[in-house]
């Protein structure tokens, strides 16, 4: 499976963006897709995850409410849609795939997009 992540870019606080992950390969059947990111100095983290097939979603508590993950079949694609976006969401975010029967291992991963909040 290859991850493609797009969609980054430099927004003023109180925007929006919307990331794409695209799957080449295979398709995400029996697989959750989440997007995580990675500020400067800090460690990667959790932002949101779908499962492609029941469309069940997570999120982390700072970004529920603000962010919506969906996922487009046809297309086979995840996005993120990121609104009241702030300084603090600055990162580099990426998107990766992980089995359903074996969470927790993150096997799949695309490059990263940079996203930066302007205040």
């Known amino acids: 499976v290859q991850l493609q992540a797009s969609g980054g870019g430099l927004v003023q606080a109180g925007g929006s963006l919307r990331l794409s992950c695209a799957a080449s390969?295979?398709?995400?059947?029996?697989?959750?897709v989440g997007w995580f990111r990675q500020a400067p100095g800090k460690e990667r983290e959790f932002v949101a995850s779908?499962?492609?097939?029941?469309?069940?979603?997570e999120y982390v508590d700072s970004v529920r409410g603000r962010f919506t993950i969906s996922r487009d079949k046809f297309k086979n694609t995840v996005y993120l849609q990121m609104d009241s976006l702030k300084p603090e969401d600055t990162a580099i975010y990426y998107c990766?795939?992980?089995?359903?029967?074996?969470?927790?291992?993150?096997?799949?991963w695309g490059q990263g997009t940079q996203v930066t909040v302007s205040s």
């Open positions: 779908i499962n492609w097939s029941r469309g069940s979603t």
């Open positions: 990766g795939a992980q089995p359903t029967w074996d969470r927790g291992n993150y096997r799949y």
């Open positions: 390969g295979r398709t995400f059947n029996l697989y959750d």
